[in-house]
């Protein structure tokens, strides 16, 4: 039997650049620092890497606004650094996954500037949604389109004559324009980007808001009433899968193919499948998961839903409880509402972060169990909580200001990570006396006893939970392998337990009170220890060896 392609049940590490490791001592993070921190990745035993954008930007949305998708961004290093970074990567086992961002550029991309200076209806416009305004003059928007960071979608230019002119789409923040995927040469574009890193040994790309690139070319207004299922001017649809399959067969013609996922924002599960059929993505992320309370009833439900819709296109199911985009989990499983939601992020509301950190063991120990790929955010494995009261003038997220500070933003989720040290920036440079301020100088003193190195080889820490659960990954049948089913066991209705093919078993106490375990021939790793009597304590999970 031949193995399965890496990718179906690979562990990946999402690696937030700027806030990673800074090897020259400027207080960005970059790809010097991550190519020194190699060893470290391996030592934890991820199977991959996935960089959040590091191509020339701006950083009006933290990299999402790419002013040229074929080059490094400078902060960040160089082209050879990137090259040494794939190579270095590659020699201790490590696929380097990119990430891309086809829904729209930065405001200084050269293909934008050559639309501002164009006249309306040319052909360097039609690379983007440039339309006239409704209403006397022109002066309110084409439709009643609201950007996902709040205020409306549409921003009027100055014409070249320095009249007001037409209105340009961005479904994001102003400096951020929407392309226009209807034109063949946006597509050709994008085709050329992917092969140019592909040539260059990237490994595949991650796909930001894969699912809005289509728009209905009508640009109707938006009716706030329709339901999840109704058509939708801008999410999936028609035409968008035709996209995705010529990716496909890009990323299929390497000798060692390609990798594609997406972060795909679909609510009906039918539809979400459709953009991994054999001919389009690998993967996608699993949204529905991340959000999902800790309580047994909605954890169960979102599993079994994950695994039905997986199976009949041949997918692989993704795992992952945080990213750079969400409230960290430690934060989130403390409090008493441990749902996610982009609208609603609990900003400010009591946090327990003992009890965050109990359940975050245990969640780990869960979605690592499960069949299928696990997505791990940086800082995840050290067990790192949402920092919220950063300053409001060292906020960057452009959530914050277009939303007037109602919504707090990404900011918490990106403090650079702590490696070493007593105090911040603990150990963030690692360029000798060469350590400027970081760039988000907001790491929290408490962070001492939750470095790297104040972790390393301490049997109780996170990091040594983590880097136990991904050996027996590799080591353990059942547990590493896709192939091997989950089936549930019987057990009390606060409880989570199955199998994983014939030897291995995870079971999860979300109960209030310990439990026993079920018959085992042993105990492989536990999210905390055990009573005295052996039971599982609350809001702890157990791997175990089975007949």
Not at 169 to 180: G, I, S, T, W, Y
Not at 266 to 289: G, T, V
Not at 497 to 503: A, L
């Amino acid at each position: 039997m031949l193995a399965d392609p890496w990718w179906r049940d690979a562990v990946t590490y999402q690696v937030y650049v700027r806030s990673f490791a800074d090897g020259n001592g400027d207080g960005i993070g970059d790809l010097r620092g991550i190519r020194e921190k190699l060893g470290y990745l391996a030592e934890l035993g991820v199977n991959a890497i996935w960089l959040n954008p590091c191509f020339p930007s701006p950083m009006a949305d933290a990299g999402y606004d790419i002013a040229d998708y074929r080059e490094i961004e400078p902060s960040f290093g160089t082209l050879d650094e990137m090259d040494a970074l794939i190579a270095g990567a590659h020699e201790r086992g490590i696929r380097v996954l990119l990430d891309i961002v086809p829904n729209h550029c930065s405001d200084r991309h050269p293909r934008f500037q050559e639309a501002l200076r164009a006249e309306p209806r040319s052909a360097q416009r039609s690379w983007f949604w440039f339309r006239p305004g409704r209403g006397p003059g022109g002066d309110l928007p084409p439709n009643n389109w609201q950007s996902y960071f709040g205020g409306p979608a549409w921003t009027r230019v100055t014409e070249p004559d320095g009249t007001p002119g037409q209105w340009y789409l961005h479904l994001f923040a102003p400096e951020q324009p929407d392309f226009n995927w209807e034109n063949p040469e946006v597509r050709a574009d994008f085709v050329k980007t992917l092969r140019f890193w592909f040539d260059r040994g990237a490994d595949g790309f991650r796909i930001d808001s894969a699912a809005v690139l289509m728009k209905d070319p009508l640009l109707p207004d938006l009716d706030p009433d329709a339901g999840p299922c109704e058509p939708h001017p801008y999410n999936d649809r028609d035409g968008i899968h035709e996209i995705y399959q010529e990716w496909r067969a890009v990323a299929d013609s390497y000798d060692e193919p390609r990798v594609l996922f997406g972060e795909v924002w679909i609510a009906d599960p039918q539809r979400f499948a459709k953009y991994l059929r054999p001919q389009e993505m690998h993967a996608a992320f699993n949204f529905p998961f991340l959000r999902c309370a800790w309580d047994p009833r909605a954890l169960r439900a979102v599993i079994d839903q994950t695994v039905v819709f997986h199976r009949p296109v041949g997918a692989p199911a993704t795992w992952v409880l945080s990213n750079h985009d969400v409230t960290r989990h430690v934060t989130r499983y403390g409090r008493a509402d441990t749902t996610f939601d982009f609208d609603d992020r609990g900003h400010g509301r009591p946090v327990d972060l003992e009890l965050g950190t109990r359940r975050s063991r245990a969640a780990a120990l869960l979605y690592l169990a499960l069949p299928g790929g696990a997505y791990l955010y940086q800082g995840e494995e050290l067990g790192l909580w949402e920092v919220e009261d950063i300053p409001a003038e060292l906020r960057q997220d452009p959530m914050w200001e277009r939303t007037d500070g109602v919504n707090p933003g990404r900011d918490g989720c990106r403090v650079p990570l702590p490696w070493s040290g007593a105090r911040p920036p603990f150990g963030f440079s690692t360029a000798g006396d060469r350590q400027a301020e970081p760039w988000l100088p907001t790491q929290p003193v408490a962070w001492t006893e939750y470095t790297v190195q104040a972790q390393l080889d301490d049997p109780d820490s996170m990091l040594e939970l983590y880097r136990s659960a991904l050996a027996l990954r590799r080591t353990e049948p059942g547990f590493g392998s896709e192939r091997d089913p989950l089936r549930w066991m019987d057990s009390a209705e606060e409880v989570l337990s199955f199998r994983r093919g014939d030897t291995a078993a995870c079971v999860v106490n979300l109960s209030a009170e310990p439990i026993a375990l079920p018959p085992h021939e042993a105990v492989l790793l536990t999210s905390s220890p055990l009573t005295d009597g052996g039971l599982l304590p609350s809001d702890c999970a157990a791997w175990l060896k089975v007949g």
